[in-house]
C-alpha cells in the first residue's frame, strides 16, 4: 500500500503561477524524496529532504517538511509549459525498505 | 551514462501468451528494483534484487510472476501465463545503494513497458 498520498490528484495553472502539490504519509521517515514523471516516461528523481531538514531549495523548486503532521510540500515557482508532468512523493521508512510511492498529482500548466 | 535501458518499449500480446520483459541497469548500481504502475494502484514494488540477489519478491502478484537477474547488467521479469489484468507499465530502476544509505539513495528510472493483454 502507498505510503504517500499527494494532493491534490490533478492541478491546472496558468504559466508563471506557482504550482503547489502537498503529500501526507503515515509513519516515521528518514528522508522524503519528490519525483517527476513526463507522459510515457520513467519517474525522474527532483529532490531529496532528510527527516532533520525543514526547507530545501532546488531552482525553482521548493520543498517543505513537516514531520510534526507527517507532510511535505512542493513549490514549483514561476511554472513553465515543461513543468507539465505528474509529481510523486515517495518515503523511506525507519529501517530496512525500499521507497514507497504516493499516486501523484498531475500537474498542467497552460500557456 | 546511458540511464537504466528496458526493452521493449511496448509488447502486446495475447492472454494465455508468456512475456518477457529486459532491463539493463546503470553500471556500478548493486540494487535493481521492478515496479508495476497503473492508474488504479499507482506505482507497486514488485521485487528487487541487491547484487543479483532477490531480496523481497512479496510484491509479485502471484506465481505467474517470476524475475531474475543473472548478473549486474541484465534482469528479467517474465509473465506466464498473462492475463488482462496484468496490463500496465512496468519500470525497472537501479540505484547505487539501499540500506546503507537508503533513505540518501535516489532511484533511476528506466521509460518503462507497456504491456497491452487481450
Known amino acids: 500500500s502507498q505510503q504517500g498520498e499527494e494532493d491534490p490528484q490533478a492541478l491546472s495553472i496558468q504559466e508563471g503561477e506557482n504550482a503547489t502539490m502537498n503529500c501526507s504519509y503515515k509513519t516515521s521517515i528518514n528522508n522524503l524524496q519528490w519525483y517527476r514523471q513526463n507522459s510515457g516516461r520513467g519517474l525522474v528523481h527532483l529532490i531529496l529532504i532528510r527527516s532533520n531538514e525543514r526547507e530545501k531549495h532546488s531552482g525553482r523548486l521548493r520543498v517543505t517538511l513537516d514531520t510534526s503532521k507527517k507532510s511535505s510540500s512542493l513549490l514549483i515557482t514561476a511554472s513553465r509549459a515543461a513543468d507539465t508532468a505528474s509529481y510523486f512523493c515517495?518515503?523511506?521508512?525507519?529501517?530496512?525498505?525500499?521507497?514507497?510511492f504516493g499516486k501523484g498529482t498531475r500537474l498542467s500548466v497552460i500557456a | 551514462d546511458a540511464g537504466v535501458i528496458q526493452s521493449p518499449r511496448h509488447e502486446v500480446t495475447e492472454m494465455g501468451q508468456e512475456v518477457t520483459l529486459r532491463c539493463k541497469p546503470i553500471?556500478?548500481?548493486?540494487?535493481l528494483f521492478w515496479y508495476r504502475q497503473t492508474m488504479m494502484r499507482g506505482l507497486e514494488l514488485l521485487i528487487y534484487f541487491n547484487n543479483n540477489v532477490p531480496i523481497d519478491d512479496s510484491g509479485m502478484p502471484e506465481d505467474r510472476f517470476s524475475a531474475k537477474m543473472p548478473n549486474a547488467s541484465f534482469s528479467t521479469l517474465k509473465i506466464q501465463p498473462s492475463e488482462p489484468r496484468d496490463s500496465a507499465v512496468y519500470f525497472c530502476?537501479?540505484?547505487?545503494?539501499?540500506?546503507?544509505?537508503?533513505?540518501?539513495?535516489?532511484?533511476?528510472f528506466g521509460n518503462g513497458t507497456r504491456l497491452t493483454v487481450t
Open positions: 515517495a518515503t523511506a521508512y525507519s529501517g530496512n525498505t525500499p521507497l514507497v
Open positions: 553500471s556500478g548500481h548493486d540494487y
Open positions: 530502476a537501479s540505484s547505487t545503494a539501499v540500506y546503507l544509505s537508503l533513505y540518501n539513495s535516489p532511484l533511476h
